[in-house]
Nanobody
């Protein structure tokens, strides 16, 4: 069982930056691929980015590529979502997720554990 606790988020002006953190319980954090997803009101949960257990592989949605970066610190059992150049279309509840194994995937249903979600709001 893995528990994920998120922190960060909040209100930022368009063009600004935020960092989300997701801390995981357990001793085998590096054996989990981690993903970030977001869900805006009335919309389906969508993929944002993901990272392999070692941190050597990442993948991003086209909508955030070049602006968002996923990183992880396996010594701290934490994964991060660095968000730069935030746009009015980025506001949503952001979720981190974990799946056992080394393969990174972009489909929410393939993730086993989820964080509690954190709100990101962008003011214009």
């Amino acid at each position: 069982q893995v528990q994920l606790v998120q922190s960060g988020g909040g209100l930022v002006q368009a063009g600004g930056s935020l960092r989300l953190s997701c801390a995981a319980s357990g001793r085998t954090f590096s054996s989990y691929a981690m993903g970030w997803f977001r869900q805006a009101p009335g919309k389906e949960r969508e993929f944002v980015g993901c990272i392999s257990g070692s941190g050597g592989s990442t993948s991003y949605a086209d909508s955030v590529k070049g602006r968002f970066t996923v990183s992880r610190d396996n010594n701290k059992n934490t994964v991060y979502l660095h968000m730069n150049s935030l746009k009015p279309e980025d506001p949503a509840v952001y979720y981190c997720a974990a799946r056992s194994g080394s393969i990174i995937v972009t489909t929410p249903i393939l993730y086993d554990y989820w964080g509690q979600g954190t709100q990101v709001t962008v003011s214009s």
